[in-house]
């Protein structure tokens, strides 16, 4: 490499970690603000004496923790739909040549395509009529349906990824395609439905303006929409355990990501362009 | 394999299309009746293209079909030039090209709500860290109390928040340009910029059109970094089409009405759609 070469390369590295450190500031500032003692958030940056106190009196009394119980129930539920509903699709459209599979496959791109803030209000009108709004089955649907594209992308691939020989083996063993699915292909394609699930439990959990629109009921709210509701109590006298209870709902899906982080970006480009 | 098997891609099938018919497809069709009714009292009647004929002849509306208008133009220009800005920096296999990638795409994993709490926080009126930084440079100007700076405030946070997904949508296409073209280039004397524009720049003009169409759909679609952030305000100035739709059925309970927005929403949708496919099959088409 020249030395012209190397110059560009570290002005190209020193730019780009200038950059990362202005993209990551925001999330490492909210961590800070959480651990200022009290009506300190914004005197200094950095803490001038750290204190966990905001972490413990959310969890110990007020309505968070039950929040957060609620987000879980939400999260995971919607989860638990997409990823089972998705594998049993995606099984059919990677592995069965069947009349109108063209037709299913354009339908999910459409589906895909239509975006929730169209339909959420429609949404709040029928389960408003149906008795549905507040309860925790409405948002667990909501969440399963949305998930369903992007599981059935990312779980074609890996049964796809499958020789088709496994199948077949079972078959003549005698067993039918769901009990080979079942037996055979599901326990293989294990990191592929534990990731489907995880990326779906972000999003849900990530989840602001439909739980907003769904859930009204002070004690089915989500995290997200609690924190909301936060926002306009505790803006501007109780910024620190504002900034908690943000730094509490980041962290499962920072952690989740770090550890997914290839699957996440492979569903965008993947939910984004093969669509 | 015998006969009895044909039903069973459907049984497999079957349950995830069931949801998507009943969660996706119904809702929009049914805005699409929901549109032309009125509720009173609890009464549903019908009153036909009513709702749209307020809706045409307010000024609401068409303040949020221009800050709509506004948001878009400026989200998609940013997040394409900047995307292809840092896709470029990092198509040249930097050795920490994985720890970057990381940190840019940290934030579109964050919800909309919490980062928009901590948006609003640094541009508070007083004691907002960017608020104190950029305020003097601009003579005091507050950022989140004037409609302008508002608007700019969002802009940079979404554009913060899903910067990643252009950036990975166009080194996708990057990574598409041969490595011989360039050497062929460089052997030629092409350098730097002359290389850029003659080869670079045409090779991944589809996929540039793509990732202008997709972020021009996230943006009319975005609605909950601007709810966390201003609420629509200040007065209506941040105040999109989604938002306005929200404000109509869950403050006014005017569902009618929220609903005729549903459809402009949808008929936006369907444009932009038929523009994606348009360029994504133009994409495809010139990549194979």
């Known amino acids: ?275 | 394999m015998i006969n009895r098997s044909k039903a069973y891609p459907y049984l497999l099938v079957a349950p995830a299309i069931i949801f998507l018919l009943v969660v996706t497809l119904y809702p929009t069709l049914y805005s699409l009746y929901l549109a032309m009714t009125r509720t009173r009292m609890g009464v549903m009647e019908f009153v036909g293209l009513r709702n749209f004929r307020v809706a045409l002849n307010s000024t609401e509306f068409w303040q949020s079909m221009r800050n709509t208008l506004v948001f878009t133009s400026l989200y998609v220009l940013l997040t394409t030039v900047i995307g292809y800005g840092i896709a470029l920096l990092l198509n040249r296999k930097l050795r920490l090209t994985g720890l970057f990638m990381t940190i840019i795409f940290l934030p579109w994993v964050l919800s909309e709500i919490t980062t928009g709490v901590v948006w609003r926080w640094m541009f508070y009126q007083d004691y907002g860290i960017l608020q104190n930084l950029l305020g003097p440079l601009f003579g005091g100007y507050s950022f989140i109390a004037r409609p302008g700076g508002a608007m700019g405030i969002v802009i940079a946070a979404t554009v913060w928040r899903s910067i990643s997904f252009a950036m990975l949508l166009l080194l996708a296409g990057l990574q598409t340009v041969p490595k011989e073209v360039h050497e062929a280039a460089a052997m030629d004397g092409a350098d730097g910029w002359k290389a850029f524009w003659k080869i670079t720049w045409p090779l991944t003009l589809p996929t540039t059109i793509v990732t202008i169409v997709f972020m021009t759909i996230q943006a009319v679609n975005g609605v909950g970094m601007i709810l966390s952030i201003t609420e629509g305000g200040p007065g209506r100035a941040t105040e999109v089409l989604g938002l306005l739709m929200y404000r109509q059925a869950m403050q006014f309970y005017n569902f009618g009405y929220a609903a005729a927005i549903s459809v402009t929403l949808l008929f936006l949708n369907l444009i932009l759609a038929a523009f994606y496919i348009r360029s994504l099959n133009r994409e495809t088409a010139l990549a194979g």
């Open chain 1, 1 to 275: 490499m020249t030395t012209q070469n190397k110059a560009i390369n570290l002005f190209i590295n020193a730019f780009l970690i200038a950059f990362c450190v202005i993209i990551i500031f925001p999330v490492i500032y909210s961590m800070l603000v959480s651990f200022q003692e009290p009506r300190m958030a914004f005197h200094s940056i950095i803490p001038e004496r750290w204190t966990f106190q905001h972490y413990i009196r959310l969890f110990s009394h007020g309505l968070f923790p039950r929040y957060i119980l609620n987000s879980i129930i939400y999260a995971i539920g919607g989860a638990i739909v997409s990823t089972s509903l998705s594998a049993l699709a995606a099984y059919a459209l990677a592995r069965f040549q069947f009349k109108g599979k063209t037709l299913a496959n354009s339908f999910i791109l459409a589906m895909m395509m239509l975006p929730g803030l169209i339909s959420v209000i429609p949404i709040y009108k029928l389960a408003s009529d149906l008795k549905l709004l507040d309860t925790y089955t409405l948002l667990i649907i909501v969440f399963g349906a949305y998930g369903i594209p992007l599981g059935i992308w990312i779980l074609k691939a890996f049964f796809s990824s499958i020789p088709q020989v496994l199948d077949e083996a079972a078959f003549i063993d005698g067993a039918t395609p769901i009990q080979a699915f079942f037996k055979v292909i599901l326990p293989i394609t294990t990191p592929g439905l534990i990731a489907t699930f995880l990326i779906n439990f972000v999003y849900n959990w990530n989840n602001f303006f439909t739980p907003l629109i769904l859930v009204t009921r002070t004690n089915m709210k989500m995290a997200t929409v609690g924190l909301f509701d936060f926002q306009h109590v505790l803006e501007g006298n109780q910024d620190e355990l504002l900034a908690a209870a943000c730094v509490v709902i980041m962290i499962p899906s920072i952690i989740l990501f770090i550890v997914l982080r290839d699957y996440f970006m492979r569903g965008m480009v993947e939910g984004a362009v093969k669509g």
